[in-house]
């Protein structure tokens, strides 16, 4: 198996962990005040769409074919990884102040983000030096 | 599979996701009891100290 296709598995695999992480690793399930949703719920609600589109883009890497294409999908999915680690920053959207069931969450989707990150930036990497020819 | 076939499938799933963001499937249920959620609001806090925690956790900034 080539390195791009070790690559693009990693990829996918990562993103579908990321995706279903909240319901293996809960967070707060409770409501402030008993009425509204926490900030971590809002949060991980745009955590579940930014990690939708990175399994999206990660299953593409096994159709495309040209290296161009391949770079850019690989910079977007670093991109989205990005995405993955800021929004649970509080000058983000941000998570509950105390410690509680999200801290937990946002502890391992945050080691995922940043290995999606790196994912992302292996496959630039990778594709870079194939269109420049060095490598086939 | 082509991209174009693929492109098809990647709509559905995004269909999908957004349905199952938009009933709840993605998260753990939420509590429907009024117990505390965070250990800093238990016991030693008195009842307007409870309240302001509640508030310090809470939701949307403005």
């Given at each position: 198996?080539?390195?791009?296709?070790?690559?693009?598995?990693?990829?996918?695999?990562?993103?579908?962990?990321?995706?279903?992480?909240?319901?293996?690793?809960?967070?707060?399930?409770?409501?402030?005040?008993?009425?509204?949703?926490?900030?971590?719920?809002?949060?991980?609600?745009?955590?579940?769409?930014?990690?939708?589109?990175?399994?999206?883009?990660?299953g593409s890497l096994f159709v495309l074919t040209t290296s161009e294409a391949r770079l850019l999908n690989g910079l977007v999915i670093l991109l989205l990884g990005g995405i993955?680690?800021?929004?649970?920053?509080?000058?983000?959207?941000?998570?509950?102040?105390?410690?509680?069931?999200?801290?937990?969450?946002?502890?391992?989707?945050?080691?995922?983000?940043?290995?999606?990150?790196?994912?992302?930036?292996?496959l630039i990497w990778l594709n870079s030096r194939k269109s420049r020819g060095e490598i086939q | 599979m082509t991209l174009q076939r693929y492109s098809v499938f990647a709509i559905i799933l995004f269909l999908i996701g957004v349905f199952t963001l938009f009933s709840g499937f993605n998260r753990a249920p939420f509590r429907q009891t009024p117990n505390q959620e965070h250990p800093a609001q238990h016991s030693q806090a008195l009842p307007e100290q409870t309240q302001t925690a509640a508030a310090i956790c809470s939701p949307v900034r403005q």
């Open positions: 198996m080539n390195q791009y296709k070790i690559l693009s598995w990693t990829a996918l695999l990562i993103s579908l962990v990321l995706l279903i992480l909240p319901r293996i690793v809960p967070i707060c399930t409770g409501l402030a005040g008993g009425v509204q949703p926490m900030q971590c719920h809002y949060a991980y609600q745009a955590e579940f769409i930014v990690t939708l589109l990175a399994v999206i883009l990660s993955i680690l800021i929004l649970p920053q509080p000058w983000a959207i941000g998570i509950c102040p105390e410690a509680g069931a999200c801290h937990k969450t946002t502890f391992f989707i945050t080691i995922g983000g940043g290995l999606l990150t790196l994912t992302g930036a292996l | -």
